[in-house]
């Protein structure tokens, strides 16, 4: 079991940052490749960004590649979710999730089996 906590979500005025976190409790942190998605109002939860275990590679979805950058401290059970150039319709509950070992596709959350409780973002219009 791991349990994941985010933070670090709040009210930002288009162009602006901000910088999610979320720490990890239970297994082995390093075990698991780490993911963002978000959740708007009335839509389906969709993938944001994805890193491997080690932290060398990384994964975007074409809406925010550029704009955000995924991180982890495998030493501080964390995963980071930097967020720049934030517009509205970035607008959402943002989530981290722990992959599924050995599942191959990295953008459906249905290969991700533990989740956050959420972060709300933001960016009034």
């Known amino acids: 079991q791991v349990h994941l906590v985010e933070s670090g979500g709040g009210l930002v005025q288009a162009g602006g940052s901000l910088r999610l976190s979320c720490t990890a409790s239970?297994?082995?942190?390093?075990?698991?490749?780490m993911g963002w998605f978000r959740q708007a109002p009335g839509k389906e939860r969709e993938f944001v960004a994805r890193?491997?275990?080690?932290?060398?590679?990384?994964y975007y979805a074409d809406s925010v590649k550029g704009r955000f950058t995924i991180s982890r401290d495998n030493a501080k059970n964390t995963v980071y979710l930097e967020m720049n150039s934030l517009k509205p319709e970035d607008t959402a509950v943002y989530y981290c999730?722990?992959?599924?070992?050995?599942?191959?596709?990295?953008?459906?959350?249905?290969?991700?089996?533990?989740w956050g409780q959420g972060t709300q973002v933001t960016v009034p219009s």
């Open positions: 999730a722990a992959q599924r070992p050995n599942s191959s596709t990295y953008d459906q959350k249905e290969n991700y089996f533990y």
């Open positions: 890193i491997s275990r080690s932290g060398i590679n990384t």
């Open positions: 239970g297994r082995t942190f390093s075990d698991y490749p």
